[in-house]
Every structure is written in structure tokens, then in C-alpha cells.
């Protein structure tokens, strides 16, 4: 037989079209037999886990299949149910969310006033949305900048003024530190820039915010922090401390690993000492001796005090999960960064602290999502978080006695803010993943 038929008869000269793979090779069946039915242990565990996820279902259906949601008491509640041939505990009643979800979600702030913490989300919502999402323009960073000083003005009120120079002292000092620096020796500038911002914060603030608004008063309506409540309070006091927690607590890290002794064991006293005690034996000193280090006549908020120490106790446990972080890193990293001529903040912030803290981004969220549940802490120096909103709306004659339902709602607050936490952990770090081939 001739050639050509030959490799006619037995060669292949087209390529099949793409079939679907089998209907157990993909898709969910897939999923459910390499992660339910992989092996007889796992099939065990599986229907066991299933059994018992049944039997609670079925047994919490009810309760809340027959839920009342639209009642102004308890005994209503009951009276409904029984009116239904239901026992009194044979429905939850959803009711006091529905009746009180105003002081769950903002404590006691005057009501007339809830556009100013609704604002003062959106407005951080949108400050933090360039820094977490890197699609965004980076000219929308100095509105991140500016959003948690609008944030404080709107939810506390008061003069502008107060939150304008502050603005304005730190663009001055970045200002004098960035053009001064080039002629003169920027850390000795740095240094200087320092001492003056802490002396105009520490003895001259108060007095030119009197002085200003006497002339022009750029004042809105104040809140006082014991109108703060609820969850707007976790919100305020939890979100404050991650923000300014995670900046201080790379500046820690940086300094326990410093060659200077005196920053490295500064440092070091101040994570150990910080570390080594509970967080609300912290809270109580917020609440009765940090205002005894402040200058005479200064008082801040009680709110404004806990924010404070909370973020000194975040700031210590951030610094340790970024210094293992640091660790981590092979020398050759750092003897590259000095090899390239790179100056000591420029290898920090160019070569070494990225890949820190893309290593230690598990471990900082973890803190963050502890930090913010922590918050509830805060019902044991008088504060009215969730907590203690639920524990003031059931000693109320017509709530005595609810207890779940307004653990639930709670709970799932907590849960919706957590989740999206661990969600952008979790897409930050395929985002920054290298071996995505």
C-alpha cells in the first residue's frame, strides 16, 4: 500500500472538539467527594455532623417559624402566641428588635441627629475604600486622610476648628519635615518637627480653638460620649483602633528591631508591659487615670480616652505579629536592600516591610477581628455597647425577660462585620499571591 494511504488510513489530521468532563468530575459532586466522602472516616463524620445539624434545625424551626415580629411587649408577645395555641415559649419574639433596633444600633444619640453617624460611616466607608481596594485612584488617598477628622467632628459635634488645625499642624510638620529635610539633616528636622507638633498639640490647641471660633464659630450641636451606645459605639471605638493601631504598631515593630538601645528597649518595655496585662485593666486605667497625664483643663470623652488605650493595646500585639513577619524574612533581603544603596526608611518601606506584612496579613486580621469584638469590654467601665444596650433594654417592665432574641441580633452584627473582614483577608492574600502560574 503507497505511502500517502497509509498515513491516511492510521494518522490523525484533526483535533476532536472539547467534551464535558463527567458529571462526578466537576462541580459539586466533585467538592462533595473530595471533602465529605474521601474516606470511610470522613463519610462517618459526615453523616454524624449532618444527624446533629438536622435535629437542630428541626428543633429551632419552630421557634422561629413562629415568631412575632410586630408587638409592643412581652406579655403581647405571649398574648399572640397563646391566641395561636402556642405556648409562650413556643415562638421567639422578634418584636423588641423591631421596637428598639434604634438603641441597639445607636445607643442613646439624640434621634433627630442619626444622619451624622450614618454619614460619618459612609464618609469612612469611602475614606478606607482607596486603601483597601488598589483598582481605585491614588489621588483619592488625601480624601482618606482627611475622612476620620470629618468622621470625629460629625460624631462628637462641636467647632471645626478643632479638627481643622489638627489638619493643619500635621500638614505644617509633614510639610517642614519634607523641604527643610532636603537642606538640612532630615532626621535632626524629623526630630524638631516632633517636639514642636507636641508642644502645639500638648499647650497651645485648646487656647487657638477658643481663639478661632470666637471669631468665626464653625460649630454644629455636641454629643457627649455618654449618649454613645450600641453598636454605633463598637463601630466608633473598634474601627478607630484598627486604623490607628496598625501604623504604630509597624512603628513598634521597627523599633524593637532597632540597633539604637534606647528605641529597641523602649520598645520592648512598652509591648511587654502592655501585653502582659488584661485589656480591661487598661480600660479602667482609661477610665480613671489617663486623664491625670494631660494638660490641666483638658478633658476628653470617656469614649475618646478608651479609643486611646485600645489602640496602645492593639498597637502592642500588632507589632508582634509584624516583627515575626520580619523575621521571616532571609537575610539576603535585607543585604540586598543595602546593596542597592537604599537608605534605612527606603529598604524599609521599598524591600522589607511589603513582604512583612504580606506574610503577617493572617495574623493581622485575626488581632483586628479580636480587637473589634473586644469592644464589648467596654460595658464594664459604664459604656453602653451592644451589651449593655440588650442588658438596659431588658430591665425595661415592658422587655423583662427577653433574652435570645436580642443576643441574636447582636450576635449577628458582630458576625456580618468579622466575615467581611476574614473575606478581604482572604482576597488580599490570592491578590498578592506569586505562584498564581
Same mark, same amino acid.
Given at each position: ?160 476648628? *478643632?479638627? &481643622? %488645625? #489638627?489638619?493643619?499642624?500635621?500638614? @505644617?510638620?509633614?510639610? !517642614?519635615?519634607?523641604?527643610?529635610? +532636603?537642606?538640612? =539633616? ?7 518637627? *516632633?517636639? &514642636? %507638633? #507636641?508642644?502645639?498639640?500638648?499647650? @497651645?490647641?485648646?487656647? !487657638?480653638?477658643?481663639?478661632?471660633? +470666637?471669631?468665626? =464659630? ?220
Amino acid at each position: 500500500m503507497p505511502g500517502n494511504q497509509l498515513s491516511q488510513a492510521f494518522v490523525r489530521t484533526g483535533m476532536l472538539d472539547a467534551k464535558q468532563p463527567p458529571a462526578g468530575e466537576t462541580g459539586l459532586i466533585l467538592w462533595i467527594r473530595k471533602n465529605l466522602l474521601s474516606s470511610w472516616l470522613n463519610i462517618i463524620l459526615t453523616v454524624l455532623v449532618a444527624y446533629a445539624a438536622l435535629r437542630l434545625a428541626l428543633g429551632l424551626w419552630p421557634w422561629f417559624s413562629n415568631s412575632v415580629w410586630q408587638a409592643s411587649s412581652l406579655a403581647d408577645c405571649r398574648t399572640i402566641l397563646a391566641e395561636q395555641g402556642l405556648g409562650p415559649t413556643d415562638g421567639a419574639c422578634f418584636a423588641v428588635v423591631t421596637d428598639r433596633w434604634h438603641q441597639l444600633i445607636f445607643g442613646f444619640y439624640p434621634t433627630d441627629l442619626y444622619w451624622r453617624p450614618i454619614l460619618a460611616m459612609i464618609l469612612f466607608l469611602g475614606g478606607i475604600a482607596p486603601i483597601l481596594f488598589f483598582s481605585l485612584p491614588r489621588s483619592l488617598l488625601i480624601f482618606s486622610c482627611l475622612a476620620p477628622f470629618v468622621c470625629f467632628w460629625l460624631l462628637w459635634g462641636g467647632t471645626a476648628w *478643632l479638627p &481643622l %488645625l #489638627i489638619v493643619a499642624g500635621l500638614a @505644617g510638620g509633614y510639610a !517642614l519635615t519634607r523641604f527643610v529635610g +532636603a537642606v538640612i =539633616s532630615p532626621t535632626l528636622t524629623g526630630l524638631v518637627t *516632633l517636639a &514642636l %507638633l #507636641i508642644g502645639f498639640f500638648w499647650f @497651645g490647641l485648646m487656647p !487657638l480653638v477658643g481663639l478661632m471660633e +470666637a471669631g468665626l =464659630s464653625l460649630s454644629i450641636r455636641p454629643v457627649a460620649s455618654r449618649e454613645f451606645g450600641g453598636f454605633m459605639l463598637a463601630a466608633t471605638i473598634g474601627l478607630s483602633a484598627i486604623v490607628l493601631s496598625l501604623p504604630l504598631g509597624v512603628l513598634l515593630a521597627l523599633a524593637r528591631q532597632s540597633d539604637l538601645p534606647l528605641i529597641k528597649w523602649s520598645a520592648i518595655i512598652f509591648i511587654e508591659v502592655v501585653r502582659g496585662v488584661p485589656l480591661i485593666v487598661w480600660l479602667f486605667t482609661a477610665q480613671l487615670l489617663l486623664n491625670y497625664f494631660l494638660p490641666p483643663g483638658t478633658s476628653f470623652d470617656l469614649t475618646l480616652r478608651v479609643i486611646i488605650m485600645v489602640t496602645l493595646f492593639a498597637a502592642a500585639y500588632i507589632a508582634e505579629v509584624i516583627r515575626g513577619g520580619l523575621v521571616a524574612l532571609p537575610k539576603g533581603q535585607h543585604e540586598g536592600a543595602v546593596s542597592l544603596g537604599l537608605s534605612y526608611w527606603q529598604s524599609r518601606r521599598l524591600i522589607i516591610l511589603p513582604q512583612a506584612l504580606k506574610i503577617s496579613i493572617p495574623g493581622i486580621v485575626n488581632e483586628f477581628i479580636g480587637l473589634f469584638k473586644d469592644t464589648t469590654l467596654v460595658v464594664f467601665i459604664g459604656l453602653l455597647d451592644p451589651i449593655g444596650v440588650t442588658r438596659a433594654i431588658r430591665a425595661t417592665p415592658e422587655w423583662n425577660g427577653v433574652y435570645w432574641e436580642l443576643f441574636i441580633f447582636v450576635g449577628l452584627l458582630f458576625y456580618v462585620v468579622c466575615y467581611a473582614m476574614a473575606r478581604y483577608s482572604l482576597h488580599l492574600e490570592n491578590l498578592l499571591r506569586r505562584d498564581n502560574y
